[in-house]
């Protein structure tokens, strides 16, 4: 088990959105990091990496070709907050609890999956004493996953 060490989770993220970039751009889908201010969390940076490459992954896996993924850190005086917003199919409020649930899969959806990769981001979430939140994604369509860290001090 090893200890949590200062992360720039805004560096992992752009990583990560380096690595999906070419799947994300042979179905002309948008992919962007807004520009930030350096963002440290404390926290397990192999773990991190799976939560964003799940988060991007799913984002990318439901926006049709042709759309947007718009990927955020920023540091608030709540903490430190990553967030994913898509134009995709989005997730109807009544069901947003659910899909943090092994195995739960959005009935219809368009995409091929194991209903695994949102409760992978809530146990990592978990384990990093974050919190995370589903809502509306860009322009009120599609998904906005956030993910809020505790914030460390400088």
Do not use: K, M, W
């Not at 209903?115 to 509306?136: E, K, Q, Y």
């Amino acid at each position: 088990d090893t200890p949590p060490e200062r992360v720039e989770l805004r560096v992992l993220t752009a990583a990560v959105l380096a690595e999906s970039a070419p799947g994300a751009g042979a179905r002309r889908i948008d992919l962007s990091l807004e520009e930030s201010a350096p963002a440290g969390i404390s926290g397990h940076p192999a773990l991190l990496q799976v939560l964003v490459r799940n988060l991007v992954d799913n984002a990318i896996r439901y926006t049709p070709d042709g759309g947007q993924v718009q990927v955020r850190v920023t540091r608030g005086a709540g903490g430190v907050q990553l967030a994913v917003l898509d134009t995709g199919d989005g997730i109807r409020e009544a069901e947003r609890g659910r899909v943090l649930e092994r195995f739960y899969r959005v009935a219809g959806a368009r995409a091929d999956g194991s209903g695994l990769g949102l409760s992978i981001v809530a146990r990592v979430a978990a384990v990093h004493g974050a919190t995370v939140t589903l809502g509306p994604g860009l322009g009120g369509r599609g998904t906005s996953v956030s993910v809020v860290f505790p914030a460390v001090v400088a």
